[in-house]
Nanobody
Framework: QVQLVESGGGLVQAGGSLRLSCAASGRTFYFMGWFRQAPGKEREFVARIDWSSGLTSYADSVKGRFTCFRDNAKNTVYLQMNSLKPEDTAVYYC???????????????WGPGTQVTVSS
């Protein structure tokens, strides 16, 4: 099992930026993903990074605004969020997978989540 802990959430005005962190420990994993869940909505895929190559994949709704990157030495993955919009308000989760997927069921380990609130 992989242990994941997110940090960096908070309250920001529209147009602002936040950087989320996800510290990982435990078993070997190959892909790290970010998901989010807004009130009353289903959890949705945001971004994914291949831990080895650094290759990334993003949801259309965040392309060009969010950047996912990792620090191998710190076993930490980051989600840099720029040009934030009120519709980005959600609880953000990081998750670990052993295959390249964007489907929730493919991620076996999840962090507890961190709240991001974007005010208009």
């Amino acid at each position: 099992q992989v242990q994941l802990v997110e940090s960096g959430g908070g309250l920001v005005q529209a147009g602002g930026s936040l950087r989320l962190s996800c510290a990982a420990s435990g078993r070997t994993f190959y892909f790290m993903g970010w998901f989010r869940q807004a009130p009353g909505k289903e959890r949705e895929f945001v971004a994914r990074i291949d831990w080895s190559s650094g290759l990334t994949s993003y949801a259309d709704s965040v392309k060009g605004r969010f950047t996912c990157f990792r620090d191998n030495a710190k076993n930490t993955v980051y989600l840099q969020m720029n040009s934030l919009k009120p519709e980005d308000t959600a609880v953000y989760y990081c998750a670990a997978a052993r295959v390249p997927t964007t489907v929730q069921a493919g991620f076996g380990s999840w962090g507890p989540g961190t709240q991001v609130t974007v005010s208009s």
